[in-house]
């Protein structure tokens, strides 16, 4: 991109005014994409980029879109297409999964489909339930300032065009496609708030999805295989079965009701002797003894008292 006489070149880039409002310019930097080295190629995906007809530009406006950068260069030549947010897309290019769980469960449905059966039957191909999505009316993303992207044209003639839209200040394209302004956040609270029955609607596929999923785990659970079920602590699932319990790998068992009901008998007459062998284990316990104690005494004394004045009392000798 060889920059006229006319145009502005900061540190390489060529300033692209705009009026974005139209009461005021907006300057977008432009300058040719330049290809990473080796060593960075392997790890970046901006190796993927054509070298010698991708535009490179920074200070995009922030509600721009990808349609509009396309109807600005269109002067130049052909847009092949336009890029924004190329680095958010490549660091969450491996956390995307959109419509993952029904890519996963139409996989589980194939590969039942293929497996092989030792008796020739009709099989029916099952019916994998799809979530309806919730209604969305298309709106632009408001991004941060400072905003970069990627042009790439169709050939390397158009990239050398770009300088001669430095000349003039160009008005910013308009795409009708989403709405800008006071509409945008309009149509953005509309988005936030759909109506009660997509909502339901929407809710109730997802949950059939989902019990869909649950469904085809537990068919190829280790419970079917009969294999004991030790969780990531060590510890072995235990179901109730014949007279004693166990797990469907064995080696584990637990008493049924019944088995526990036999028991009680020897339970009540262990929890006798565990009772008094307890007593007296706690101070407060000790010292109300003590105060038992004490009191039959004194109570004791008293009945020995008043036996003794009513032998006196019997007595016939009086000497006195």
């Not at 330049?34 to 010698?52: C, Q, R």
């Not at 535009?55 to 879109?65: C, K, R, S």
């Not at 795409?175 to 909502?199: C, F, M, Q, W």
């Amino acid at each position: 991109m060889a920059p006229s006489t006319s145009t502005t070149v900061v540190n390489g880039f060529t300033l692209l005014p705009v009026s974005h409002p139209s009461s005021s310019t907006h300057y977008i930097y432009a300058r040719q994409h330049v290809a990473p080295k080796k060593a960075e190629a392997s790890t970046s995906k901006k190796a993927d980029l054509p070298a010698g007809r991708t535009l490179f530009l920074v200070n995009v406006p922030p509600d721009a879109t990808e349609r509009e950068l396309v109807l600005l260069f269109k002067p130049c030549g052909t847009v092949e297409k336009a890029i924004l947010d190329f680095d958010v897309q490549e660091s969450q290019e491996d956390d995307d999964s959109d419509g993952e769980d029904e890519k996963e469960a139409e996989e589980d449905a194939m590969e039942e489909d293929a497996a092989p059966s030792s008796k020739r039957r009709k099989v029916v191909k099952e019916e994998v339930p799809k979530v309806v999505p919730l209604p969305q009316n298309p709106h632009r993303t408001i991004r941060k300032t400072g905003l970069t992207a990627y042009v790439i044209f169709l050939d390397a003639s158009s990239l050398e065009r770009v300088a001669s839209l430095a000349s003039k200040t160009r008005q910013w394209p308009v795409s009708s496609e989403e709405p800008s302004g006071l509409a945008h956040y309009s149509t953005v609270y509309k988005n936030l708030r759909p109506p009660l029955d997509s909502i339901q609607e929407h809710v109730d596929t997802y949950m059939e999805l989902f019990e869909y999923k649950l469904a085809k785990s537990k068919q190829k659970s280790k419970y079917k295989k009969g294999e004991a079920v030790v969780d990531e602590d060590g510890f072995t699932l235990v179901t109730r079965g014949g007279a004693y319990g166990k797990t469907l790998g064995g080696g584990v068992a637990v008493a049924t009701k019944r088995f526990q009901r036999s028991g009680e008998t020897s339970a009540r007459v262990r929890t006798k002797k565990d009772k008094a062998e307890k007593e007296g284990f706690y101070a407060f316990q000790r010292a109300e003894k003590q105060r038992s104690e004490l009191i039959n005494l004194k109570r004791k004394w008293e009945e020995d008292k008043a036996k003794v004045e009513k032998l006196k009392q019997s007595r016939k000798f009086k000497p006195y």
